[in-house]
Nanobody, 122 residues
C-alpha cells in the first residue's frame, strides 16, 4: 500500500518560514514528486516539482522564496518556505509518480497525500 504523509504545516506570521515534509512509503522508482496547493475557494495549483534527475521547477509566485528538495534514501520530499505571504495560505498537497507492487506485479502509482494546512497571517 502506498502512502504519502505530509507534515509541517501550521500558522505563521507574514515573513516567517515553514518546512513541509512528505514521507512516501510503499513506492519505488519515483520519477516525479511535487507540491501543490489549494487556496480557499480556488483550484489546486502547482507550487514546485522535482524529477528523478534532480531538476526542479517552481511557480512564478514562489520563485526565490520556496525550495523543493528530496532525500532519496528516506523517500521524503521537502518544501522550505521562506518569506511567507498571506496569499500563500492554502492546503498543501504532496504528489508522487512511481511504481508499487500489487499482486506480485509492478504497477504505476500517481497519487496524493491528504494535505497539510498552511496559514499565513498578516
Amino acid at each position: 500500500q502506498v502512502q504519502l504523509v505530509e507534515s509541517g504545516g501550521g500558522l505563521v506570521q507574514a515573513g516567517g518560514s515553514l518546512r513541509l515534509s512528505c514521507a512516501a512509503s510503499g513506492i519505488f522508482s519515483v520519477t516525479f514528486m511535487g507540491w501543490y496547493r489549494q487556496p480557499p475557494g480556488k483550484q489546486r495549483e502547482l507550487v514546485a516539482h522535482i524529477i528523478s534527475s534532480g531538476i526542479t521547477n517552481y511557480a512564478d509566485s514562489v520563485k526565490g522564496r520556496f525550495t523543493i528538495s528530496r532525500d532519496n534514501a528516506k523517500n521524503t520530499l521537502y518544501l522550505q518556505m521562506n518569506s511567507l505571504k498571506p496569499e500563500d495560505t492554502a492546503v498543501y498537497y504532496c504528489n508522487a509518480v512511481g511504481k508499487y507492487y500489487n499482486g506480485g506485479y509492478s504497477r504505476t502509482f500517481n497519487g496524493w497525500g491528504s494535505g497539510t494546512q498552511v496559514t499565513v497571517s498578516s
